[in-house]
């Protein structure tokens, strides 16, 4: 067994309570989970830019800029699909630690894997299930993705050949396939307000 390690963190002078009035509003995370192609980065980019606008500090931590970098290591396995979201769930609290409103978009297939990251921020994060189905995720096919694991060329791929496990519980269901980008949109955007509002 490796040595044990003495680790005290140091309490820090400046409070979440500080940040949040410096900023103007509360930190959160908000995690978008849902199939390739459902609308994760499209729905997160736009709200985004409207919270922008409206003078929120946010930030996106998005599937494929991740695995570039801090992730570069992991590939598609369970176990790497695993570790991969354990390392953006820690940095996504830290975002929000920082006062950000953190936009996390990653497919995020397992129920345990989302409940990790729900436990590891500790409040002030909200599922976000973009629930467009399959059908319409392999049509828009944005990626060319789909025709690809069809055709076996991609292992382990999320509603292929790899489980896809439904939020039992989400805090918003977004259905892209009825509605615009417009109005995906303005239903995250008028959630996150009443979240994010300070004296409440
Ligand atoms: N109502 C809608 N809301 C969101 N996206 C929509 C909607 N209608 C059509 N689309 C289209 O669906 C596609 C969604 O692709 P996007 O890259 O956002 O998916 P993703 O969930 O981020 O996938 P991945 O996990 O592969 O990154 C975009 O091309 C977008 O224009
Ligand atoms: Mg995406």
Redesign the pocket.
């Known amino acids: 067994m490796a040595e044990k390690l003495h680790i005290i963190p140091h309490q820090h002078a400046i409070s979440k309570e500080d940040r949040e009035r410096q900023n103007g509003h509360k930190g959160h995370v908000l995690w ?1 989970t ?12 736009a709200v985004e830019r409207e919270l922008h606008q409206k003078g929120i500090r946010t930030f996106i931590l ?3 800029n991740v695995r570039t970098g801090l992730n570069s290591d992991l590939d598609f396995s369970a176990a790497s699909r695993e570790e991969n979201i354990r390392r953006i769930a820690h940095v996504s609290a830290l975002m929000k630690d920082a006062g950000l409103v953190v936009l996390s ?3 995020s297939p397992y129920q345990k894997d989302r409940d990790f990251v729900r436990e590891c921020v500790q409040g002030d994060f909200s599922e976000i299930f ?1 629930s ?1 189905p399959l059908e319409v ?1 392999e049509q ?1 096919d ?2 060319g ?1 789909y025709a690809k694991a069809r055709a076996g060329e991609i292992s382990n791929f999320t509603g292929i050949s790899a489980p896809f496990e439904e939020p039992t519980n989400p805090e918003l269901d ?1 259905p ?2 009825k ?3 417009e ?3 303005a239903m995250v955007v008028d959630y996150i307000n009443t979240k994010i509002a300070l004296d409440q």
């Open positions: 978008f849902g199939l390739s192609g459902s609308g994760k980065s499209t729905v997160a980019s998005d599937g494929d978009a990653f497919v973009i467009t995720c828009r944005v990626k993705l977004v892209t396939h509605m615009s980008i109005e995906a949109t």
